[in-house]
């Protein structure tokens, strides 16, 4: 899997990134690796990978996505969905989705798969602030990727080629396109994105 580049992410007081930390160091403990071995296969530094796990930062999404992908998992462990229990179904209430904030993006997601295991697919809500961008390098990722937006406007950029998208618009690609979004306007952008592969932010 090709690995986007982005930011360091910002040191925060321990919290949620507290618990954040505990639940990487379990799902780490899990498969047997070493910090060494985790920052290898996920190319996070070793430093952050020991500062996220002892609370002392929150990952920036990229980080995020690499290090869910080394263990096998999807950011679903950031809100404590990993330890969701097999079920044949799953009703969310507004009120009930994880929430994952990630400052160097000004983006703020929740889940819409909480309560159930990961599968075939992944849904969030993203609400993004003005100015707000996906970062300077192009992203990758396996599967398909379906942005549908719900308010405001956002400027997609495909391989190069760009598209603005208004409320009610859709784009659907192959994620292993290169691809990065920015919010141009001066109004937060909503957008649910739906994956078909797990793994998936």
């Known amino acids: 899997m ?9 040191v925060h007081p321990a919290g949620p990134a507290g618990t954040l930390g505990s639940r990487l160091r379990e799902l780490r403990h899990e ?85 159930f295991v990961p599968g075939l697919l992944e849904a969030r809500i993203g609400t993004i602030s003005p100015g707000a961008h996906s970062g300077k390098e192009y992203m990758t990722h396996p599967g398909d990727e379906m942005a549908h ?12 080629e760009g598209f603005v998208l208004s409320s009610g618009d859709s784009l659907h690609f192959k994620s292993h396109v290169p691809h990065r979004w920015m919010n141009r306007s001066d109004e937060p952008a909503e957008v649910l994105w739906i994956f078909s592969d797990g793994l998936s932010f």
């Open 2 to 10: 090709a690995r986007a580049r982005s930011p360091n992410a910002q």
């Open 31 to 115: 498969k047997g690796f070493s910090i060494a071995q985790l920052a290898a296969l996920a190319s996070v530094p070793s430093s952050t990978i020991s500062k996220i796990e002892n609370g002392l930062l929150n990952p920036s999404l990229v980080n995020a996505i690499n290090l869910a992908s080394a263990l096998d998992a999807n950011l679903g462990f950031l809100v404590d969905r990993a330890r969701a229990r097999h079920a044949r179904y799953a009703i969310v209430r507004r009120s009930q989705r994880g929430r994952s904030s990630f400052p160097e993006m000004a983006l703020i997601l929740e889940d819409l798969n909480i309560g």
């Open 149 to 160: 937006i719900l308010s405001g406007t956002l400027d997609y950029d495909i391989d190069g």
